[in-house]
């Protein structure tokens, strides 16, 4: 099969299942980040949650990804949302932590191109 974003050719077994298509894992990741954990839209969503509910509480996929952090001391988008499947989509995990960011739970580093998701 091919990769729906770059046409390579995935070796069976190594496709990752995105709802724009197939993907091979590179354009997986390139998907999953780093866009819209920069989205000022969501800086601007998460600001006006915390000024509005200064008794913030998180909710359940929040704290899902949370242990995990927690028990892996640090995590890329990909092997979150492994550890994560079946619970939470990739999408639902990625706006989740976009949210946990701005809330300061959470840190996203990009260093040299690799992104890592720790608790701040
Ligand atoms: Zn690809």
Redesign the pocket.
């Known amino acids: 099969m091919k990769?729906h974003?770059?046409k390579?050719d995935i070796k069976e077994g190594e496709q990752r299942d995105h709802h724009e298509g197939i993907?091979?894992e590179?354009?997986y990741i390139d998907v999953l980040y780093p866009a819209k954990f920069c989205d000022p839209w969501a800086d601007f969503a998460a600001k006006s949650f915390i000024e509005h509910n200064l008794d913030i509480d998180i909710n359940e996929n929040q704290s899902k990804i949370l242990r995990v952090l927690k028990e892996t001391g640090g995590v890329e988008p990909i092997g979150l949302m492994e550890r994560l499947k079946g619970q939470v989509s990739p999408e639902d995990g990625e706006r989740e932590c976009a949210a946990l960011n701005r809330m300061g739970k959470i840190r996203i580093e990009n260093r040299d191109g690799s992104v890592m998701i720790r608790l701040a």
């Open positions: 990769c974003k770059c390579t993907l091979c590179d354009c």
